[in-house]
């Protein structure tokens, strides 16, 4: 059977492998293991090209304010958000 060994792994990344382990009643290798087989047994979604994507979207938005409106509109409709203040920043 093979082995893989992590090395330089982020500390706050192996906690948190830790913790699913251990909320999974798992050891650390069998919560690799499951977290692995999960990715490659999933459903490959047929990747689209961004660029192409974005392309597509050139020219298709037609809008009579000027463009000074336009950027008004969005720094006004902006507010603070704590949508993330209770994350433990794992990964900013």
Known sequence: MAMLQVRDMDDRLYDRLKFAAKHDNRSISQQVITILQNYFTSVPSKRKNATEEFLKLAGS????????EILKDIYDSRK???RFEGLDGIFD
Do not use: C
């Not at 037609?62 to 000074?68: A, K, L, Q, Y």
């Open 61 to 68: 938005w037609e809008d009579s304010r000027t463009t000074e």
């Open 80 to 82: 603070d958000s704590k």
